[in-house]
Protein backbone atom coordinates (compact mmCIF):
# COMPACT_ATOMS: atom_id res chain seq x y z
CA UNK A 1 0.00 0.00 0.00
CA UNK A 2 3.06 2.68 0.76
CA UNK A 3 4.10 2.27 -2.63
CA UNK A 4 0.96 3.83 -4.14
CA UNK A 5 1.12 6.89 -1.12
CA UNK A 6 3.91 8.42 -3.46
CA UNK A 7 1.99 8.49 -6.47
CA UNK A 8 -1.03 9.54 -4.94
CA UNK A 9 0.24 12.31 -2.74
CA UNK A 10 2.28 13.61 -6.08
CA UNK A 11 -0.86 13.53 -7.73
CA UNK A 12 -3.00 16.03 -5.34
CA UNK A 13 0.20 18.03 -4.96
CA UNK A 14 0.52 18.18 -8.67
CA UNK A 15 -3.55 18.61 -8.91
CA UNK A 16 -3.22 21.55 -6.65
CA UNK A 17 -0.52 23.22 -8.11
CA UNK A 18 -2.13 23.32 -11.28
CA UNK A 19 -5.43 24.62 -9.90
CA UNK A 20 -3.91 27.70 -8.45
CA UNK A 21 -0.54 28.06 -11.05
CA UNK A 22 -1.95 31.60 -12.49
CA UNK A 23 -2.50 33.15 -8.98
CA UNK A 24 0.63 35.11 -8.24
CA UNK A 25 1.36 37.16 -5.36
CA UNK A 26 -0.30 40.03 -7.08
CA UNK A 27 -3.56 38.69 -8.20
CA UNK A 28 -3.63 37.48 -4.50
CA UNK A 29 -3.35 41.04 -3.29
CA UNK A 30 -5.83 42.39 -6.47
CA UNK A 31 -8.21 39.75 -4.49
CA UNK A 32 -7.82 40.63 -1.05
CA UNK A 33 -7.99 44.25 -1.85
CA UNK A 34 -11.40 43.75 -3.95
CA UNK A 35 -12.36 41.84 -0.89
CA UNK A 36 -12.27 44.94 1.37
CA UNK A 37 -13.88 46.97 -1.35
CA UNK A 38 -14.96 45.30 -4.33
CA UNK A 39 -16.03 49.37 -5.42
CA UNK A 40 -12.18 50.23 -5.70
CA UNK A 41 -10.83 51.89 -9.22
CA UNK A 42 -8.51 50.09 -11.02
CA UNK A 43 -5.84 53.00 -10.37
CA UNK A 44 -6.49 52.18 -6.73
CA UNK A 45 -5.75 49.01 -7.01
CA UNK A 46 -2.96 49.53 -9.52
CA UNK A 47 -1.06 51.37 -6.77
CA UNK A 48 -1.64 49.53 -4.54
CA UNK A 49 -0.48 46.22 -5.86
CA UNK A 50 2.45 48.74 -7.72
CA UNK A 51 1.42 47.64 -11.20
CA UNK A 52 -0.01 49.80 -14.24
CA UNK A 53 -3.80 50.22 -14.11
CA UNK A 54 -4.04 47.93 -17.81
CA UNK A 55 -1.61 45.70 -15.86
CA UNK A 56 -4.23 45.12 -13.15
CA UNK A 57 -7.46 45.53 -15.65
CA UNK A 58 -5.96 42.72 -17.61
CA UNK A 59 -5.60 40.44 -14.29
CA UNK A 60 -9.08 41.31 -12.78
CA UNK A 61 -10.35 40.33 -16.46
CA UNK A 62 -8.54 36.88 -16.13
CA UNK A 63 -9.81 36.25 -12.84
CA UNK A 64 -12.99 36.64 -13.76
CA UNK A 65 -12.90 34.66 -17.31
CA UNK A 66 -11.13 32.04 -14.89
CA UNK A 67 -14.22 31.78 -12.43
CA UNK A 68 -11.81 33.16 -9.77
CA UNK A 69 -14.14 35.92 -9.32
CA UNK A 70 -17.74 35.12 -9.68
CA UNK A 71 -19.48 37.89 -9.34
CA UNK A 72 -19.77 41.17 -7.32
CA UNK A 73 -22.18 42.08 -5.14
CA UNK A 74 -23.65 43.85 -1.91
CA UNK A 75 -24.31 42.05 1.21
CA UNK A 76 -27.76 43.52 2.81
CA UNK A 77 -28.65 43.23 6.34
CA UNK A 78 -32.26 40.83 5.94
CA UNK A 79 -33.11 42.73 10.13
CA UNK A 80 -33.26 46.16 8.18
CA UNK A 81 -35.88 44.62 5.47
CA UNK A 82 -38.01 43.42 8.27
CA UNK A 83 -36.71 40.46 8.14
CA UNK A 84 -35.78 39.68 11.72
CA UNK A 85 -35.69 36.00 12.09
CA UNK A 86 -32.90 33.57 10.03
CA UNK A 87 -33.15 29.73 10.21
CA UNK A 88 -30.95 26.90 8.87
CA UNK A 89 -33.37 24.05 7.90
CA UNK A 90 -32.08 20.44 7.21
CA UNK A 91 -34.31 18.97 5.10
CA UNK A 92 -34.59 15.48 3.88
CA UNK A 93 -36.97 14.66 0.83
CA UNK A 94 -39.24 11.62 1.10
CA UNK A 95 -38.00 8.53 -0.98
CA UNK A 96 -38.78 9.90 -4.56
CA UNK A 97 -39.04 13.22 -3.95
CA UNK A 98 -35.58 14.90 -4.39
CA UNK A 99 -36.26 16.72 -7.41
CA UNK A 100 -39.68 17.95 -6.20
CA UNK A 101 -38.58 19.21 -3.14
CA UNK A 102 -35.50 21.04 -5.17
CA UNK A 103 -37.76 22.86 -7.01
CA UNK A 104 -40.22 23.93 -4.32
CA UNK A 105 -37.12 25.52 -2.46
CA UNK A 106 -35.77 27.33 -5.71
CA UNK A 107 -39.15 28.64 -5.86
CA UNK A 108 -39.67 29.86 -1.62
CA UNK A 109 -38.07 33.26 -2.18
CA UNK A 110 -37.41 33.37 2.07
CA UNK A 111 -34.74 30.66 1.09
CA UNK A 112 -31.64 33.18 0.96
CA UNK A 113 -28.64 30.14 0.18
CA UNK A 114 -29.25 26.21 -0.04
CA UNK A 115 -26.67 23.70 -0.56
CA UNK A 116 -27.07 19.89 -1.34
CA UNK A 117 -25.09 18.34 1.34
CA UNK A 118 -24.22 14.53 2.16
CA UNK A 119 -25.13 13.06 5.24
CA UNK A 120 -28.85 12.00 6.33
CA UNK A 121 -30.28 15.39 4.84
CA UNK A 122 -30.15 16.08 1.47
CA UNK A 123 -30.49 19.91 1.23
CA UNK A 124 -29.55 22.53 4.00
CA UNK A 125 -30.89 26.17 3.15
CA UNK A 126 -30.97 29.32 4.79
CA UNK A 127 -34.28 31.14 5.45
CA UNK A 128 -35.03 34.72 6.38
CA UNK A 129 -38.49 35.89 7.12
CA UNK A 130 -40.07 38.23 9.64
CA UNK A 131 -41.87 35.94 12.14
CA UNK A 132 -42.30 32.30 13.40
CA UNK A 133 -45.34 32.34 11.39
CA UNK A 134 -43.74 33.07 8.91
CA UNK A 135 -41.22 30.73 9.01
CA UNK A 136 -44.16 27.67 9.77
CA UNK A 137 -45.46 28.60 6.09
CA UNK A 138 -42.07 27.62 4.80
CA UNK A 139 -41.75 24.75 6.57
CA UNK A 140 -45.22 23.70 5.83
CA UNK A 141 -44.23 24.15 2.11
CA UNK A 142 -42.06 21.80 2.24
CA UNK A 143 -43.15 18.96 4.71
CA UNK A 144 -45.36 17.11 2.49
CA UNK A 145 -42.62 15.75 0.67
CA UNK A 146 -39.69 15.98 2.75
CA UNK A 147 -38.49 16.05 6.98
CA UNK A 148 -37.29 18.85 8.52
CA UNK A 149 -35.54 19.85 11.56
CA UNK A 150 -35.28 23.98 11.82
CA UNK A 151 -32.65 25.66 13.90
CA UNK A 152 -33.18 29.24 14.56
CA UNK A 153 -30.38 31.68 14.53
CA UNK A 154 -29.65 33.50 17.68
CA UNK A 155 -26.18 35.21 16.91
CA UNK A 156 -23.07 34.64 13.91
CA UNK A 157 -19.99 34.84 15.80
CA UNK A 158 -18.24 33.93 12.53
CA UNK A 159 -19.57 36.40 9.79
CA UNK A 160 -19.52 35.03 6.44
CA UNK A 161 -16.18 35.01 4.81
CA UNK A 162 -14.46 34.62 1.83
CA UNK A 163 -12.41 31.59 0.60
CA UNK A 164 -9.85 33.77 1.10
CA UNK A 165 -9.36 33.60 4.74
CA UNK A 166 -8.38 29.82 4.33
CA UNK A 167 -5.64 30.91 2.01
CA UNK A 168 -2.37 31.21 3.14
CA UNK A 169 -0.37 34.31 2.82
CA UNK A 170 2.44 34.44 1.00
CA UNK A 171 5.51 35.92 2.42
Known sequence: MDNFLPEAKGFCMRRLRNENADLDAADMKILRLLEKDARASTAEL????????????ERIKRLQENGVIETYSVRINPAALGLKLSAWLRIRPVPGQLSVVAEIIRDLPEIAQCDRVTGEDCFIALAHVGSVAEL??????????????????????????????AVKRSP
Not at 46 to 57: F, I, T, Y
Not at 144 to 163: D, F, H, K, L
Open 136 to 165: ERVIDRIIPYAMTNTAIIQSSPVAARSPLA
Open 46 to 57: ARSVGLSAPSVA
